[in-house]
């Protein structure tokens, strides 16, 4: 009995070590498909980046833990403002989360990039880009945009890049300044699934945004 139960045991555990390596090379090849798939799209120098009328800003949270600002956001919002400064950009979509009234996103991303001098008519903000996926979507159906700059840093530009070009939104990526690893590790671990999320929301489940409701008129 007991060797049965050793063979059994044995077993289980070879199934389970086979099945877990199955789940990280599979992770693994997806992450680097993702990766490759905006590698000829992403640009770190403002001298390189072509014009585009038209720039998503994906949003976050202006401050971390215990009031720290948040440096992912700080740099976003200076990318946008050298994109505007330098005449790569002439308007702005803002994209992020207002799922409560005292959480605002773009609110807070319009209101900092008017004090860096960005005039408020070129800021046109959508309310409901709770994920990448749903921000990238909206700015094509609800904004009416077919080309556009996505201002992130680069590693979430290169997923959002791949959820563009599933759906159809001529995107390329302005790489705001990066944050170390050491800074925010969570963050760039939280990516390396992501990336895999968002290979399987285009590719297995179709996933939609959210929200989409009424068009919002922008400047031809």
């Not at 090379?25 to 905006?38: C, G, P």
């Not at 749903?134 to 700015?139: F, I, L, P, Q």
């Not at 705001?176 to 895999?196: D, G, H, L, Q, W």
Request: charged share 20%; with cysteine; aromatic share 14%.
């Amino acid at each position: 009995m007991m060797n049965h139960i050793k063979k059994f045991r044995k077993k289980y555990f070879l199934w389970l070590c086979v099945t877990m390596l199955f789940i990280l090379t599979t992770a693994l090849a997806i992450n680097l498909y993702v990766i490759k798939s905006a590698s000829c799209l992403l640009y770190d120098n403002l001298n390189d980046i072509p014009f585009r009328k038209t720039a998503l800003v994906l949003g976050t949270s202006k401050y971390v833990s215990k009031g720290k600002q948040n440096l992912f956001y700080k740099n976003r919002m200076n990318a946008a403002s050298q994109l505007y400064n330098a005449g790569k950009v002439h308007q702005f979509i803002l994209s992020g989360d207002n799922a409560t009234m005292s959480y605002n996103e773009p609110q807070t991303m319009k209101k900092d990039l008017v004090a860096l001098g960005i005039p408020d008519s070129v800021l046109f903000l959508d309310y409901a880009g709770f994920r990448t996926l749903d921000a990238v979507v909206r700015a094509k159906k609800v904004f009416g945009q077919d080309s556009v700059i996505i201002i992130s840093q680069q590693f979430h530009n290169t997923r959002a890049i791949f959820l563009s070009k599933y759906f159809n939104l001529n995107a390329i990526g302005f790489n705001a300044e990066n944050v170390s690893f050491n800074n925010s590790p969570k963050t760039f671990i939280r990516e390396y699934f992501a990336r895999v999320a968002a290979f399987l929301d285009v590719k297995v489940f179709s996933t939609q945004p959210k929200f989409l409701g009424r068009k919002e008129r922008m400047p031809e």
